[in-house]
């Protein structure tokens, strides 16, 4: 019994050891990097790319190459709630006050509730609440769980195939090994004809990932529930909270995550102003100055 304890002890030692000289492969192959690269491409992000990968350096260096890239170009770390706050109206998409038995952060994806028609703006917003999802992570913990409620949602309201592709894409490519489950709650039937097209652009594993629930399902409810407090989870998954979508408190909260995020990116070559600014909305409050830094 002790010699399948040492000889376990040890391989977890050699994995370790391995996975370490894999880390510092990568960095090497990246090169020397500056600013919000350097910033962004910490070990843990390193393993991240490495597991995706399957430990593969060559393959990861690609991946991490295209990321660096899109990040330069897109800026996700610069959208401002102001900016996407026309999409979040419906509580389509937001960050849940409650985190899984893990410690993950949470978020309650309402495909029924769409409220918009440009698919840029859509996915902008759906970065957006992914990097905040991220900046609100307790240290421990490097992933979040999404949960998906289909009520409302009709095949006239689903997305179109070519931006259900550029969301998988983006979660896959761009933001590897940080989702840990996404749970689908009682999908309507006429869902299995997009999912059979949409799952085919999925890896193995991100498609390992998703779930099917159904009330009727014992086995896809437990599963569920093995994730989530039945005390924390919302009625319309079968739990027992009773939880509303506030746009205008969501707003706030949102708009007081922007400052923080700005200082953990290091805005201070220019004056941010952050505000809730949007067209026609009515929680709008004053915009937030965040002044250059004296460093």
Same mark, same amino acid.
């Given at each position: 019994?002790?010699?399948?304890w ?32 350097l ?17 593969n ?30 999409e ?7 960050? +849940?006050?409650?985190? &899984?038995?893990? /410690?993950? %952060?949470?978020?309650?994806?309402? !495909?029924? *509730?769409?409220?918009t ?27 979040? +769980?999404?949960?998906? &409620?289909?009520? /409302?949602? %009709?095949?006239?309201?689903?997305? !179109?195939? *070519? ?47 998703? *779930? ?28 027992k ?18 400052? *923080? ?35």
């Amino acid at each position: 019994m002790f010699s399948r304890w040492s000889n376990s002890h040890h391989k977890k030692e050699n994995d370790s050891l391995q996975q370490e000289s894999k880390i510092k492969e990568l960095q090497a192959a990246i090169g020397p990097l500056s600013g919000r690269s350097l910033k962004y491409c910490t070990d843990a992000c390193l393993r991240r790319y490495l597991e995706a990968r399957n430990w593969n350096a060559d393959k990861s260096k690609k991946m991490l190459e295209e990321t660096i890239k899109w990040r330069s170009t897109y800026k996700p770390e610069e959208i401002r709630w102001h900016e996407v706050a026309v999409e979040g109206e419906t509580g389509k998409v937001y960050r +849940a006050s409650f985190h &899984d038995r893990h /410690g993950r %952060t949470v978020l309650i994806l309402r !495909p029924g *509730k769409q409220n918009t028609t440009s698919l840029d703006n859509q996915l902008r917003h759906l970065v957006y609440l992914i990097e905040n999802a991220i900046l609100n992570l307790p240290e421990t913990q490097e992933q979040m +769980a999404w949960l998906i &409620d289909f009520t /409302g949602w %009709t095949l006239s309201t689903s997305v !179109p195939i *070519k931006s259900a592709r550029d969301t998988i894409n983006l979660l896959q490519n761009h933001y590897p090994e940080r989702l840990a489950i996404a749970f689908l709650y009682n999908p309507p039937r006429i869902f299995e004809a997009f999912w059979k097209i949409v799952k085919y652009f999925m890896d193995a594993k991100t498609f390992q990932k998703v *779930k099917f629930v159904y009330p009727k399902n014992t086995e896809s409810v437990e599963l569920m529930r093995s994730y989530f407090d039945e005390e924390n989870l919302p009625t319309e998954f079968g739990g027992k909270a009773v939880l509303e979508y506030n746009h205008e408190e969501f707003s706030k909260q949102m708009s007081q995550d922007d400052i *923080k995020s700005a200082n953990l990116w290091g805005f201070d070559d220019k004056l941010q102003c952050i505000g809730n600014r949007h067209s026609g909305s009515d929680v709008a409050p004053e915009p937030v100055c965040l002044a250059p830094s004296a460093s």
